[in-house]
C-alpha cells in the first residue's frame, strides 16, 4: 500500500506563512488527483485546494486569493503555500491522493495560528 505523508506544520501568528508539503511512501506511477483537505475542531472535513494531473485546480472558498497548491508530478509531490494566515484557519491539513482505483489520505499535519 502507499502511504502519503505530510509535513510543514506548526504554529504562527496571525498574517504569517507556512509551507506544507506531502511526499508518498515509494515510487509509483503516478496519481491523477493531489491536493489538501482540513478539518477543524467540530467541524466537517472540508476542500483546501486540489490538482489534477492535466494541472486544473479548484480551491476551496477559504483558500481563494491567500494559498496556492503546486505539485512534482515527477516525484508524486503535492505543496501548499499558506499566506495570510488567520486564526480560522487553524485545523488539521491532510494531504490527499486519488488514482484510477482508490483514495489515499494522509495522517494529518496540525497548523495553529495564533491571533
Known amino acids: 500500500q502507499v502511504q502519503l505523508t505530510e509535513s510543514g506544520g506548526g504554529l504562527v501568528q496571525a498574517g504569517g506563512s507556512l509551507g506544507l508539503s506531502c511526499a508518498p511512501s515509494?515510487?509509483?506511477?503516478?496519481?491523477?488527483?493531489m491536493g489538501w483537505h482540513r478539518q477543524a475542531p467540530g467541524k466537517q472535513r472540508e476542500l483546501v485546494a486540489i490538482?489534477?494531473?492535466?494541472?486544473?485546480?479548484n480551491y476551496g472558498g477559504p483558500a481563494k486569493g491567500r494559498f496556492t497548491i503546486s505539485r512534482d508530478n515527477v516525484n508524486n509531490m503535492v505543496y501548499l503555500q499558506m499566506n495570510s494566515l488567520k486564526p480560522e484557519d487553524t485545523a488539521v491539513y491532510y494531504c490527499?491522493?486519488?488514482?484510477?482505483?482508490?483514495?489515499?489520505w494522509g495522517q494529518g499535519t496540525q497548523v495553529t495560528v495564533s491571533s
Open positions: 490527499y491522493a486519488r488514482d484510477g482505483f482508490d483514495d489515499y
Open positions: 515509494r515510487s509509483i506511477e503516478g496519481f491523477n488527483d
Open positions: 490538482s489534477s494531473s492535466d494541472g486544473r485546480i
